[in-house]
């Protein structure tokens, strides 16, 4: 299966932002589905994951409250909806699958089929 991020862009802090991450080439069945993301020299940063059979989500603290995933089963899709996007938001957001258990979701070891990332800058 190929993923694929999209809904990058530029926003101002306290917008709201849609990211999509779509699946190609197969189905996200019996996975969970994580975004992470990546500023400039930082490293890998776990952001949301979510069951794709439903039930499960887990967020990071710094996006909780904030952020929200979800999925459409009809097209193959989860979200990252991005709502009062801070400046410390600014990333390249990726997303990618697992199988692993709920405790090791926040893990970007457990991941694979990553996508091309889809850039987010944040700034006023």
């Known amino acids: 299966v190929q993923l694929q991020a999209s809904g990058g862009g530029l926003v101002q802090p306290g917008d709201s932002l849609r990211l999509s991450c779509a699946a190609s080439?197969?189905?996200?069945?019996?996975?969970?589905i994580g975004w992470f993301r990546q500023a400039p020299g930082k490293e890998r940063e776990f952001v949301a994951a979510t069951r794709w059979s439903g039930g499960d989500t887990k967020y990071a603290d710094s996006v909780k409250g904030r952020f929200t995933i979800s999925r459409d089963k009809a097209k193959n899709t989860v979200y990252l909806q991005m709502n009062k996007v801070k400046a410390e938001d600014t990333a390249v957001y990726s997303c990618a699958t697992t199988r692993v258990v709920y405790g090791a979701w926040a893990f970007p070891e457990h991941y694979r089929n990553w996508g091309q990332g889809t850039l987010v800058t944040v700034s006023s």
């Open positions: 080439g197969g189905t996200f069945s019996n996975s969970a």
